[in-house]
């Protein structure tokens, strides 16, 4: 099986999560707004996936965008099922 990773951005709010889309829409990187999962929080239903790669602009952005988010998670998903494991 083909193990499939992403990062995930959740915020504190849909308030927040909608500046955080327009910071990474400025930012040209690749990125798709998301329902949060479940397993990370209820309070906020958005949340921005990103690909890891681009871990190190997306707190970079977090931090010069002055963005109020919850957490960034890395998504993994094989053979074994799927997990979230916190970065930061």
């Known amino acids: 099986m083909e193990i499939d990773q992403f990062g995930i951005v959740t915020f ?4 927040h999560a909608i500046k955080g889309e327009s910071a990474f829409k400025s930012s040209n990187m690749a990125f798709k707004t998301i329902p949060t999962p479940r397993e990370i929080t209820l309070s906020c239903g958005l ?3 990103f690909d890891l790669n681009d871990l190190e602009k997306v707190k970079k952005l977090v931090e010069d965008g002055d963005l109020s988010i919850k957490g960034i998670y890395k ?7 799927s997990r979230l494991e916190k970065i930061l």
Do not use: F, K, L, V
Not at 12 to 15: E, I, K, Q, V
Not at 75 to 81: A, F, K, M, V
């Open 12 to 15: 504190n709010s849909t308030h």
């Open 47 to 49: 949340s921005i996936r």
């Open 75 to 81: 998504y993994i998903r094989d053979e074994n099922g």
